[in-house]
């Protein structure tokens, strides 16, 4: 399937700007050996896509929130994820647990929203439960005589910690086996110490779009000077310019910021590549990590009802955490800015893109070898799910 060669890793240091100004100075890219043809039913499929879900996305590590969201003891967090509400604790010895948020008695929703909490206790008949999913309150418990209380605590799902994340699959029972998912990024992502960040903000909206669509706008700078050409990514990074890596399944870019020319005169710049370019990992199947010189932003996409339809999940940390209100005003501005980028930029326009792939009448779209990243989701998820492209 994979007919360019694959670029093995190269670690995060001073060769990966040494590139990108080489990219820079000729106003060039790095490609991929040939154009890409993909058939429109990648996108519309409703099989595939219900195959995306099942096969990939309910079977592989998923980060489900950041670490330093849940940073002191009994914070928890409810987010859904394909459709399951799932609460997600740090109890009291610091153990961070994944749970779906269903009671065991009836199955309605024991915690909500975000805070910090000792205890949940069911809306509908109070069965209460503790940060380690332990049943450990029953209004009216000779009603329910002969039942063992310890095999009725909420439902676990596997997870781990680790790189400032909480993964967990999202299938009860199954590994998580999270080091062979992260394969050679395990490494990668050890160097940026996301575990320090300060959590600031997140945003969840749904856009008309596939998911696999919608992932792929964050793995080219072809559409920056068209779509951002107003905004802080048209001003600060240089069009169609990028440095790509596979780490397994996968990828790094690096999107040269316009002041990376500077390396030419000035010897007292950096050769920090966090300085120079936006640095942005697809971490398969779902999440983007896109860093900047002050933090990151976390951008993860799913299936939301039918194949043309996302949820997007936008959250932002920051490298040093906020401690006065001064800099909590400097990260919403930060936040408000990089979160308009996503929601009135590329989330304008995608949604034209869904509509071509719902209602088009030519049978593929044509990815350039200038979007050698988005080349490269593509033909990962054709291997994962079995499928042939048309080239
Ligand atoms: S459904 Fe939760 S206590 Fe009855
Ligand atoms: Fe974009």
């Known amino acids: 399937m994979h007919n360019q060669p694959?670029?093995?890793?190269?670690?995060?240091?001073?060769?990966?700007?040494?590139?990108?100004l080489d990219f820079a100075l000729k106003s060039s890219t790095q490609m991929a050996e040939d154009v890409l043809r993909v058939p429109l039913n990648y996108y519309r499929d409703e099989k595939l896509t219900?195959?995306?879900?099942?096969a990939i996305l309910r079977r592989t590590p998923l980060a489900i929130v950041p670490s330093a969201q849940l940073a002191a003891p009994n914070d928890y967090v409810v987010r859904?994820?394909?459709?399951?509400?799932?609460?997600?604790?740090?109890?009291?010895?610091?153990?961070?647990?994944v749970f779906l948020n269903y009671c065991r008695h009836r199955g309605a929703m024991p915690a909500c929203g975000a805070g910090n909490a000792k205890r949940f206790?069911?809306?509908?008949?109070?069965?209460?439960?503790?940060?380690?999913?332990?049943?450990?309150?029953?209004?009216?418990?000779?009603?329910?005589?002969g039942i063992d209380r310890a095999t009725y605590g909420l439902v676990e799902l596997p997870s781990e910690e680790r790189h400032g994340f909480i993964w967990a699959v999202l299938t009860a029972g199954a590994d998580i086996e999270?080091?062979?998912?992260?394969?050679?990024?395990?490494?990668?992502?050890?160097?940026?110490?996301?575990?320090?960040y300060g959590y600031h903000d997140d945003r969840e909206f749904q856009s008309e779009v596939s998911w696999k669509g919608a992932l792929e706008a964050f793995a080219e700078g072809y559409h920056f000077p068209f779509v951002h050409g107003g905004g802080v990514i048209g001003q600060n990074t240089l069009p169609n310019t990028m440095v790509f890596d596979k780490f397994g399944n996968h990828h790094r870019m690096g999107f040269p910021f316009t002041w990376i020319t500077n390396l030419e005169t000035d010897p007292s710049a950096s050769w920090d590549?966090?300085?120079?370019?936006?640095?942005?990992?697809?971490?398969?199947?779902?999440?983007?990590?896109?860093?900047?010189?002050?933090?990151?932003?976390?951008?993860?996409?799913l299936p939301a009802a039918s194949p043309t339809r996302c949820t997007v999940r936008h959250s932002?940390?920051?490298r040093i955490p906020a401690t006065t209100d001064e800099q909590r005003d400097l990260y919403d501005q930060i936040y408000n800015q990089v979160h308009a980028a996503v929601r009135d930029e590329d989330f304008v326009m995608l949604p034209q893109c869904g509509e071509g792939v719902?209602?088009?009448?030519?049978?593929?779209?044509?990815?350039?070898r200038n979007e050698i990243g988005v080349q490269n989701m593509i033909r990962v998820f054709a291997d994962a799910l079995g499928i042939s492209l048309l080239d």
């Open 316 to 318: 932002w940390m920051g």
């Open 6 to 20: 694959l670029i093995g890793p190269a670690p995060l240091d001073e060769n990966l700007t040494r590139r990108a």
């Open 50 to 54: 219900e195959l995306e879900i099942n």
């Open 273 to 301: 590549p966090s300085q120079q370019m936006g640095v942005i990992y697809w971490i398969y199947p779902n999440l983007i990590l896109a860093n900047s010189p002050v933090g990151v932003e976390i951008i993860d996409m």
């Open 178 to 196: 999270l080091s062979a998912h992260l394969g050679p990024l395990d490494a990668e992502l050890a160097q940026w110490n996301y575990a320090d």
């Open 80 to 97: 859904s994820v394909l459709g399951d509400s799932l609460l997600i604790t740090r109890d009291s010895g610091g153990k961070s647990h």
């Open 121 to 145: 206790t069911c809306p509908y008949h109070a069965w209460t439960y503790d940060t380690t999913g332990q049943l450990v309150g029953m209004p009216g418990k000779e009603g329910f005589t």
């Open 358 to 368: 719902r209602q088009g009448q030519h049978d593929h779209m044509i990815i350039g």
